[in-house]
Every structure is written in structure tokens, then in C-alpha cells.
């Protein structure tokens, strides 16, 4: 039988498939403000829902009256659960309840639609044993509403599964954000005949609000294929965008070939034509997009660029790119003032536009000094208006909040992230 591990390595080596540049400016942080106490005032720096302890936030959506949580929970170390949260303004705990359709396989979140009237409809994978000791991923919708009520759990079947020939599907959601009116999400299939032939293909589903499926469209899958669905983002207007970052080849010695990653951003229009595929980054070391934001004409994307002095040294990464042709606007390729030197590591864990139109860019950084989250203000010219740095050279060895996301109201910047043995934890600022 298979193990967890085996799924684990399945996700990792999925997302690492996935994934013109003009010159760069480096960024001076002296023109911004870098926070001093007089600067900025943490008026709120405590846990909540203390009785959880999630290995990691999946998500997090406003509602009018509190925020919705989606958290991945460790109950032992061979069963894990999706746990949905509801919490008021105030952070008390309104409902919650868990989701562990499989107790030997990992459950798993790819992303959640958001329907009128306040309902919701998750998206998520798991694992079941099937007949002849097959080992089969099943992608599933869950629907329910902001005030706890559960609806319904329907399994998606896929149309090539032939039982009686023995051809089983494995089915694999992506992750996606969806803000379009149609509800669309795509899975990545390995079918398998006689446990023998492998057919991978990708997948688009378009359901209705009681996951009827309307429409299946599939799509090519390899290196070959103009294809590469992964971390995708649909917009109002119906474009999709897939983000992260995929491997090229540097140099080739004899018959070896040396590969690193760069930064990369797909455009498909509504009828999944490629509009353009642009990579960003520099050769032989690693740049990744994190996540992205669509801001009308423009996009926004944060995420980590590598170094030419060294595989272990990155930087603090954010652009603006044209959205109707993918170029390159603005870059920021910045440094944790913090960080002394190698092995520092950048991650961009939220991007949004704050109350007066500006961007914020949130990360979660490290290096051998420790750990630190930060927070950048940046107007749509490229100029950084302040950084927030939630560490000192003092505490960063001991510092063990990992953020997650960023919200705005009436000026002040409230963040949700983990800690201390993986607590949910809050910290509000404002800016004096």
C-alpha cells in the first residue's frame, strides 16, 4: 500500500512542472521608510482560536461579518482533516467542522467558489482504495453557506473511467482562485489501463451551483503542449492566468543538461487560447511568482529572484506587467536590510490594493539570522511608500510568526499568519 509520502511527492513534483525582461533597477531602501516605533504602532499581536493547531492556512475569505478560514489540521501523524472556520469582527469563533473523507490518505484544498447568497462550494482531493489495491484520487465539491450549514458533498466521476476494463482515472486539483462569473477549475489526470498505460491529461470542468457538470474540455499535457495549467487565477473578464515557475535549460556539457527555474506568468483568453507565456528571471538561479494580482490594465505579481553571486541568496521580488501582453513594467528586486548575508530565502505570501489604491506586498523572509515578515507599500509607479519589518536584530532568532495574509480597514493592516506551534495568530498595525 502506498504511503502519504508518496502523495506529498506527487503534489511537489506537479507543482514543480508549473511554472523579456528589461533592466533591473535594485531597490534602495532609503526610499521608503523602513518602520521605527515612532513610525508605526502594533495595536492588536495576539492568538486566536486557541483549541486548533493547523500545520498551515489554506485560505482565507472576508465575509461581510468576519472572515472564513480554511486550515489544514494534523490529527495524528497518518490522518489529517480540512477544518472550515467561521469567525466574527471581534475573531470569536462562530461554527466550525472538519472534512476527513479518507483516514489513510492526506485530504487536500485546491480552492473554493464563491456563490450569491453568501454559499460556498470548496474544491478538494482525496485518496480511496479501490479494487485490485489501486490507489485512486477522487476530486470532490462540498457546498455550504456562511452560517455553517452544510448542503451536500458530490464526487466528480470521471467520463473515461471504463471499470469493467479495468481503466481507472486518478483526478488532481489544481489550485485556483476563481473571480469570473463562470464556475471553472481544472484537474490534472493520470488515467491508468490495465495498470500499465499512463494517459495524463489536463481538465477544465464548469459545474453549475449544484456541481452538475456542464462542460469538460481537455487539454494536452507535457512539454510539448502550449498547456500549463498549475497555480491559476480567473478573472471577471474571463481570462485565466497560470503563475509560478518551470525549468529551463542554462547550458548543456557533453550529453548533461543544467537546469534552473524561472519566474513565469501564462495568459489563456476565455476559449483557452494562449495568448502569451513570458519568463522572468536570470540563468542558472531560481525565481518563482509566488502569487499575482490583477489590477485592471496591469498585473501585480511578488514572489523570490535568485542571485548571480550565489545558489543560496535571493532577493525580495515584485513587478508590474502589462496584462494585455505580459511585459515588463516595474520590478522591485529587494534585500531584508536584516539579513547579513547568504542563505536567505523570500517568500510572497499576499498581494492586494490598500483603501487608497496603493499595493500592499506581504512576505514571509529568513535567514541564518532568523525570521522576519514584512510589509510593503508601493504606489502603481513602482515607488515603495514604506516597509513594515515585524523583527529586530534582537528577536530574530526567536521570531516564529509566518504570515499569511493582509487585510485593510480605516488605516490600519491586519495580518493573519501561524505561530508559536502552529497557533493562528493576528497582528494589527497602524501607521502614526
Request: glycine share 6%; hydrophobic share 35%; net charge negative.
Amino acid at each position: 500500500m502506498l504511503s502519504k509520502s508518496y502523495f506529498s511527492l506527487l503534489i511537489f513534483l506537479i507543482s514543480l512542472s508549473l511554472f523579456n525582461c528589461s533592466k533591473v533597477d535594485d531597490f534602495d531602501e532609503k526610499n521608503s521608510e523602513i518602520n521605527e516605533s515612532a513610525i508605526f504602532e502594533v495595536t492588536l499581536d495576539t492568538q486566536i482560536l486557541n483549541k486548533y493547531n493547523p500545520t498551515e492556512i489554506l485560505k482565507i475569505l472576508k465575509a461581510e461579518d468576519g472572515y472564513i478560514i480554511f486550515i489544514n489540521e494534523q490529527i495524528t501523524t497518518d490522518d489529517n482533516v480540512i477544518r472550515i472556520i467561521k469567525i466574527n469582527n471581534e475573531f470569536s469563533e462562530q461554527w466550525s467542522f472538519s472534512i476527513d473523507e479518507s483516514k489513510e490518505y492526506p485530504e487536500r484544498f485546491a480552492g473554493v467558489l464563491e456563490l450569491p447568497n453568501h454559499e460556498y462550494i470548496a474544491i478538494l482531493n482525496t485518496s480511496k482504495n479501490y479494487f485490485g489495491g489501486i490507489i485512486r484520487g477522487e476530486v470532490y465539491g462540498l457546498k455550504f453557506n456562511n452560517t455553517g450549514g452544510f448542503e451536500w458533498k458530490k464526487t466528480y466521476i470521471n467520463k473515461k473511467n471504463d471499470y469493467d476494463n479495468g481503466f481507472i482515472s486518478h483526478d488532481y486539483s489544481l489550485n485556483f482562485e476563481n473571480d469570473s462569473n463562470n464556475l471553472k477549475f481544472f484537474i490534472l489526470s493520470d488515467s491508468i489501463k490495465n495498470l500499465t498505460t499512463i494517459e495524463q491529461y489536463y481538465k477544465e470542468l464548469t459545474i453549475d451551483e449544484n456541481f452538475n457538470v456542464l462542460n469538460e474540455e481537455n487539454f494536452s499535457f507535457g512539454s510539448g503542449s502550449d498547456y500549463k495549467f498549475g497555480n491559476t487565477k480567473y478573472h471577471l473578464n474571463g481570462n485565466k492566468y497560470t503563475y509560478g515557475d518551470t525549468w529551463v535549460i542554462d547550458f548543456i556539457i557533453g550529453n548533461e543538461e543544467h537546469y534552473s527555474f524561472q519566474a513565469l506568468i501564462l495568459k489563456y483568453n476565455p476559449e483557452n487560447k494562449l495568448i502569451y507565456k513570458n519568463l522572468f528571471g536570470i540563468p542558472e538561479r531560481n525565481e518563482i511568482f509566488h502569487d499575482i494580482l490583477i489590477d485592471n490594465d496591469k498585473i501585480i505579481t511578488i514572489g523570490e529572484h535568485g542571485d548571480k553571486s550565489g545558489l543560496y541568496l535571493h532577493h525580495r521580488y515584485i513587478t508590474q506587467l502589462n496584462e494585455s501582453n505580459g511585459n515588463l513594467n516595474w520590478e522591485i528586486i529587494a534585500d531584508n536590510p536584516l539579513f547579513s548575508g547568504m542563505y536567505s530565502s523570500y517568500i510572497g505570501r499576499d498581494i492586494t490594493v490598500d483603501e487608497d489604491g496603493n499595493y500592499l506586498a506581504l512576505f514571509h523572509e529568513s535567514a541564518v539570522e532568523g525570521n522576519c515578515s514584512t510589509l510593503a507599500k508601493i504606489n502603481k509607479q513602482g515607488k515603495v511608500l514604506w516597509t513594515y519589518l515585524d523583527s529586530t536584530k534582537q528577536n530574530m532568532s526567536t521570531n516564529t510568526f509566518f504570515p499569511y495574509s493582509i487585510y485593510t480597514e480605516k488605516g490600519e493592516y491586519l495580518i493573519f499568519g501561524l505561530k508559536e506551534q502552529n497557533k493562528i495568530w493576528i497582528k494589527k498595525i497602524k501607521k502614526s
